[in-house]
């Protein structure tokens, strides 16, 4: 296992269209987080699974963000009628609950959306 | 709400040399985590070091080493014998110790970065 993966690396979209981001993590991690990172700024939390459950969600951005991970294993970011302020790099994130470092999350590479 | 701040926008070190990175925190939490990630250009974010609240001793990591001062909320990041592989974007991330699974207390608060430069 070469770490988490991000498919696609780059996307670039038109105001109003709908994108979808997939994630695929370290393989024996249950958890999975995402992150978006506006340009020059620190990575935002906005959402969590724990295996296939989605414990956390009430910091996604709006209703046109959602997520889901339908068997636990990769997941997906959806968002709708995009925004040119939905420009940004959204990061995948994978860690275990059974890890000796508590809190060690390893990031994927990202992938840059950019909304003309 | 956590909040994690990084007054230095950027830095610059000349190779070989030392070089301290800022962070302070706001938390009313008495035990938590304290993270610094590294963030090259067009690459992932990688781990450096981590440090425990709970623990006085600062962590240490090869050239990597904190300063953590809990009473004044602060968490320093000393990079010794500087390379030119450390430049990258580095980040101070706070985490509150997870109580229950849908808390997001797991979640990882991180500040607005400091760009590193390392000069030949």
């Known amino acids: 296992d070469t770490g988490v993966s991000q498919d696609p690396r780059h996307k670039i979209t038109k105001r109003g269209q709908n994108v979808t981001f997939r994630c695929d993590p370290i393989s024996e991690h249950n958890r999975l987080y995402w992150y978006r990172q506006t340009l020059g700024q620190g990575p935002e939390f906005l959402t969590y699974f724990q295996n296939e459950a989605q414990l956390e969600k009430s910091r996604l951005l709006s209703d046109r963000f959602s997520a889901e991970r339908p068997k636990g294993s990769f997941s997906t970011l959806e968002i709708q009628r995009t925004e040119q302020g939905d420009s940004a790099m959204y990061l995948c994130?994978?860690?275990?609950?059974?890890?000796?470092?508590?809190?060690?999350?390893?990031f994927g590479p990202g992938t840059r959306l950019t909304v003309l | 709400a956590q909040t994690v701040t990084q007054s230095q926008p950027e830095m610059s070190v000349q190779e070989a040399e030392t070089v301290t990175l800022s962070c302070t925190y706001d938390?009313?939490?008495?035990?938590?985590?304290l993270f610094w990630y590294k963030q090259p250009p067009s690459r992932q974010m990688i781990l450096v070091i981590r440090?425990?609240?709970?623990?006085?001793q600062n962590a240490t990591e090869n050239r990597f080493s904190v300063n953590f001062q809990k009473a004044a909320k602060s968490f320093s990041l000393k990079i010794s014998d500087s390379q030119l592989g450390d430049a990258a974007m580095y980040f101070c991330?706070?985490?509150?110790?997870?109580?229950?699974?849908?808390?997001?207390?797991?979640?990882?608060?991180f500040g607005g970065g400091t760009r590193l430069m390392v000069k030949p």
């Open positions: 994130a994978s860690s275990s609950d059974g890890s000796g470092v508590p809190g060690e999350q390893f």
């Open positions: 938390t009313s939490e008495s035990d938590y985590y």
């Open positions: 440090q425990e609240a709970y623990k006085q």
């Open positions: 991330a706070y985490r509150r110790v997870e109580r229950t699974l849908n808390n997001a207390g797991n979640m990882l608060t």
